[in-house]
């Protein structure tokens, strides 16, 4: 059983919303903000000293991490 199930249509919206628009450029946003969310989740895990928040800031980090090499194969696509 899957925890989330999503279709086709799911796929393409995602990637018609992130479509490279040259007047918008809301792939290249996109893309700086999930790097500054790695670097938040990164510094603010140098700084956590309880262990709950430590595991929060590596998953945001990984998560993070995750949707910015999904944003640059995009922008490769394109």
Do not use: C, H, V
């Not at 925890?3 to 919303?17: C, H, M, N, Q």
């Not at 040259?22 to 140098?46: G, V, Y």
């Amino acid at each position: 059983m899957k925890l989330f199930e999503r279709g086709k249509a799911a796929e393409e919206d995602i990637y018609r919303r992130l479509s490279y628009d040259p007047q918008s450029n809301t792939l290249l946003d996109e893309i700086d903000i999930a790097r500054r969310e790695i670097d938040d989740a990164f510094n603010n895990f140098q700084n956590a000293s309880d262990p709950d928040l430590i595991d929060s800031y590596i998953y945001k980090g990984n998560a993070a991490w995750l949707r910015y090499r999904f944003l640059l194969r995009q922008a490769r696509i394109i």
